[in-house]
């Protein structure tokens, strides 16, 4: 009897040290970041984050009846940590779904090629999904959002300089 209570302890540990494994941000495959900076994305900018207002989410009723002009945002190599610049759309679509609730948002994760198809599949899923829970941290319905992840399938730029692979680290918002 005591040894059944031991084994299941043991397996719940065991699965929550898996599901902690997982949803880590680990290092990378190449472990390197390519020598670029956070300061150094190349072309990815935030393509007028500033957009409507204050960017608190609370904008005027116009920001909340138009869906978002920017809906692109950008991470860093390897990273799914939303970047500072870009809250401010984050806050403009969280204000936007909430108004609406009735619409629906496809949030489409893409890495740039470096790393594995495996790898950069989980790498997009983890940018969407940190973008999901900005939104459900803004008071966002869950049932409004959606996360797909491309991984590298989907590039937003063809080149093959740090610059392109820049554009391709983003979450796209399709609505």
Known sequence: MQFSTYAKTL???LSVVVIAGCSSGGGTQEGTDGGMSSGQQGTATTGGATGYGNG??????????????????????DHDTIRP??????????????SHPDAHVVLQGHTDPQGTREYNLGLGERRANS?????AVQGVNGSQVEVV?????????????QEAYAQDRRVVFDY
């Open 85 to 98: 610049e870009f809250e401010s759309v984050l806050n403009q679509h969280a204000a936007y779904l909430q």
């Open 56 to 77: 608190s989410g609370a904008g005027d009723a116009s920001a909340q009846n138009e869906i978002p002009s920017v809906r692109t945002i950008y991470f860093d190599f």
């Open 149 to 161: 992840s491309y991984g590298e399938e989907r590039p937003a730029s063809t080149g093959r300089s």
């Open 11 to 13: 397996a719940a540990a």
């Open 131 to 135: 973008v999901r829970q900005y939104l």
